[in-house]
């Protein structure tokens, strides 16, 4: 295990050629991935179907040799797990039934009702650590508490989040418990990843941008602290990611504020910024614009060079600044590749 590149980034081991994986790997932009998707009929069997998932996250792995492999499933099937009903409409995205009152937030199954719904998902990481290459890390993950909770309030994705600031706002106190039990859902969920096998675990607050001041340390922050703090007391020496997406300045002090081993970084901040201001607390993701691998070219080498230099005195592991899209041309991610590692 401790030869693992990215287990040696993340305790804050400085490599001298980074160690890389891509938020989304799997995904729409890989023909096999499209094939098993087909086979499985739609996206929400896939993701509950343990072989079928499996072989989609094995996929980038074959293809590339990625140092990790990131368990294929979704943030969504959480709130799933705490009793929305939760469908996908083609072309469209995720619809979740709602929760925006206190009343709501009451009706919800408790934490530790979760593992019914979610069992297959251990079932695939389970899978994973055993038809996994040794060399390859295996991480699980899960939405960031305030970032599932505004798909909970409205009922789908939404451009500013406002239901969810709309009811922040009506109702803290309903809110903060909307938090705390999505919070205490996603200690279980990540534990229970965590003993059926998977070696780090990682927190997407896709939306964490959008929260200022003391909402950021009330509902960014502080779910990410104790989440990390519950994983590590549970399970010693677990590595976590933390991934406060469009957080600006806030990057700065938020693996000290939180106890994460290492902050991804999204494409809106400078790979030298983040070098001298978020760095220095330790290992550091990230932080190539997604459209490079869609357009390519010469911009593409170039940019992943300059970001690997950023980032060379210290902990790094190469991804994006966000997931790869649809639209990627398979030929540009082995380019990227073959900037990192020559």
Known sequence: MSEKTILRALKGERLPVPPVWMMRQAGRYLPEYRATRAQAGDFLSLCYTPDLAAEVTLQPIRRYGFDAAILFADILLLPQALGLDLWFVTGEGPRLSTVTSAAGVAALKPAAAIHDTLSPVYETVRILARELPRETTLIGFAGAPWTVAT????????????????????????????????????????????????????????????????????????????????????????????????????????????????????????????????????????????????????????????????????????????????????????????????
Not at 256 to 284: F, H, P, Y
Not at 293 to 307: A, D, Q
């Open 151 to 342: 798909y909970m309030v409205a009922g789908r994705g939404t451009p500013d989040q406002a239901p969810a600031h709309a009811f922040k706002a009506e109702d803290r106190a309903a809110f903060a418990a909307l938090i705390d039990r999505i919070t205490e859902a996603t200690i279980d969920y990540l534990s229970a990843q965590i003993e059926a096998g998977a070696e780090v675990v990682k927190l997407f607050d896709s939306w964490a941008g959008s929260l200022k001041g003391r909402d950021f340390d009330d509902f960014a922050v502080e779910p990410a602290r104790r989440i990390i703090a519950a994983l590590k007391a549970r399970h010693p020496g677990i590595p976590v990611i933390a991934f406060p997406r469009e957080a600006g300045p806030r990057y700065a002090g938020f693996a000290r504020a939180t106890g994460a081993d290492c902050v991804a970084l999204d494409n809106s901040v400078s790979a030298d910024w983040a070098a001298a201001e978020v760095q220095k607390d330790g290992c550091v993701q990230g932080n190539l614009d997604p459209r490079l691998l869609v357009s390519g070219g010469e911009e593409l080498v170039s940019e992943t060079h300059r970001i690997v230099q950023a980032f060379s005195q210290g902990p790094h592991i190469f991804n994006l600044g966000h997931g790869i899209t649809p639209e990627a041309d398979p030929e540009n991610v082995a380019r990227m590749l073959e900037a990192i590692r020559g």
